[in-house]
């Protein structure tokens, strides 16, 4: 049976993706530009800066991402480690238990800290293991931040604290 959509407005009641405001569709509601068109290198400088102005900074290289949270977070670790790092990485939920089947997948070594569904990422766990690592063979920590399956948002901040300044912290923050 094919999915037949009702007139009007589909209104979204899921973690994501999300109803986009009737202001950002009108202002989608153009053209598309041929991306060899001398106005492009002026619209792609626009739109890093207004995505700065999403995320409320004025500094730094906003990286846009055309892919779904996998393609980023695949891209996030193959572009940082190599296949046999070690990573730690807590299993607190559905897009977490993705994210560790993709890192399995790549070929790390993959220390896989489970918590029950619902409860954030055990820090006394991550501390043990950092403490645990005199030989610094662990390259990064994985976290989901926000776990919309469970609805647990970790502390990220709480959990950079641990690291040391030799260690990635991968963070899922496109579920947040």
Not at 73 to 89: F, H, Y
Not at 142 to 147: D, M, Q, R
Request: proline letters at 6%; charged letters at 20%.
């Amino acid at each position: 049976m094919d999915y037949v959509y009702g007139p009007g407005r589909n209104h979204l009641f899921v973690p994501g993706p999300v109803n986009i405001p009737e202001p950002v569709l009108r202002a989608m509601n153009r053209n598309n530009e041929d991306y060899r068109s001398p106005a492009v290198p002026a619209l792609t400088k626009t739109l890093l800066e207004d995505v700065k102005k999403i995320f409320k900074t004025t500094s730094g290289t906003p990286f846009l991402i055309p892919t779904t949270g996998t393609g980023a977070w695949e891209s996030a670790l193959t572009n940082t480690l190599s296949p046999g790092d070690r990573i730690v990485s807590f299993l607190i939920g559905q897009f977490s238990l993705l994210w560790i089947d993709q890192q399995q997948r790549l070929k790390f070594n993959v220390d896989v800290v489970e918590s029950d569904w619902g409860q954030g990422a055990n820090l006394d766990v991550l501390a043990s293991k950092l403490a645990e690592d005199r030989s610094h063979t662990i390259k990064a920590i994985c976290i989901v931040h926000n776990e919309t399956a469970t609805g647990v948002t970790n502390d990220l901040s709480a959990v950079r604290k641990l690291l040391g300044s030799g260690i990635s912290c991968a963070s899922d923050f496109l579920k947040g």
